[in-house]
């Protein structure tokens, strides 16, 4: 139904810049069929269709927390229905246990960000494993459910991390871009480093213990919006993508496709 609907909208976009009087009579309908317009406007936007092969798409994902400003962080995004994706670190998972059942209940993703936060191309396989685990474990008891998504601190992999994001079912996420947010923290240099980077299926790397980020997401998302983009989970913008474990997205610099 909704890829129906996108597919018209799509068909009547090309109309629009191929035919422009016959695409405006079709936007004037009758009456019977304006009802039906709206009664169909109403179903989608109580399913929120995303089809992120043809709008612009875009992954906010908010690193190390939950972090002190996550509860403000959660009203943002939902007084502006936005959805993101959180990597957490276990041992801030167990000490803010509370955020993490409302992120899930909000209806945003988690990943994975390990318990202690290792580099983990510096790490043998049993400290990797428990970092992974102990995550895992801190998650299902906070909220009840399991990351799918690992992405290891720094961003830094390899293949022994690749193999074990393998025996954990989980693909390896990393960004298009950085907000650069842990280092400027300004709220203006971090809106407009955003906006530079932000591309259809971006997955922009945030940290939500930047008080400075958490102040600016309002403004951000807002002035995001009017751009077009649809702000939804990691989930949603890799989806072409068909990652299996221990794939990592994207490609690290100097790793063959
Ligand atoms: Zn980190």
């Known amino acids: 139904m909704s890829r129906q609907l996108s597919s018209l909208l799509a068909i009547a976009a090309v109309c ?23 009664a169909a406007k109403k179903t989608a936007k109580a399913k929120k269709p995303v089809n992120c092969s043809q709008v612009k798409c875009l992954a906010l994902t908010f690193d190390d927390g939950p972090g002190k400003y996550a509860g403000k962080l959660l009203d943002t995004l939902k007084k502006y229905d936005a959805k993101a ?38 790490s043998d396989g049993a400290k990797i494993r428990d970092e992974i685990k102990k995550t895992q474990d801190a998650v ?23 193999d074990i994001a393998t025996e954990f079912g989980m693909p390896i996420i990393l960004w298009t871009a950085g907000s650069k947010d842990w280092s400027s923290k300004n709220v203006k240099a971090i809106q407009k480093q955003t906006l530079a980077v932000a591309e259809q299926n971006g997955i922009i790397l945030m940290h939500d213990w930047v008080k400075q980020t958490v102040d600016g997401m309002p403004a951000l998302i807002k002035t ?27 490609l690290p610099e100097g790793w063959e496709q």
């Open 140 to 162: 299902k008891k906070a909220a009840g459910v399991e990351p799918k998504l690992l992405r290891p601190p720094y961003g830094l992999t390899d293949l022994q991390v690749s």
């Open 16 to 38: 629009v810049t191929l035919a422009p009087a016959p695409a405006i009579a079709e936007a004037t309908p009758a009456p019977a069929q304006g009802a039906k317009s709206t």
């Open 224 to 250: 995001l919006k009017n751009k077009g983009y649809h702000l939804v989970t990691v989930s949603e913008v890799i989806k072409d993508q068909k990652l299996e474990p221990g794939d990592a997205f994207p």
């Open 85 to 122: 994706t959180f990597f957490l670190e276990g041992q801030y998972v167990k000490a803010r246990p509370q955020f993490v059942k409302r992120m899930v209940a909000e209806g945003h993703e988690l990943g994975n960000h390990s318990y202690s936060h290792p580099d983990f191309t510096k």
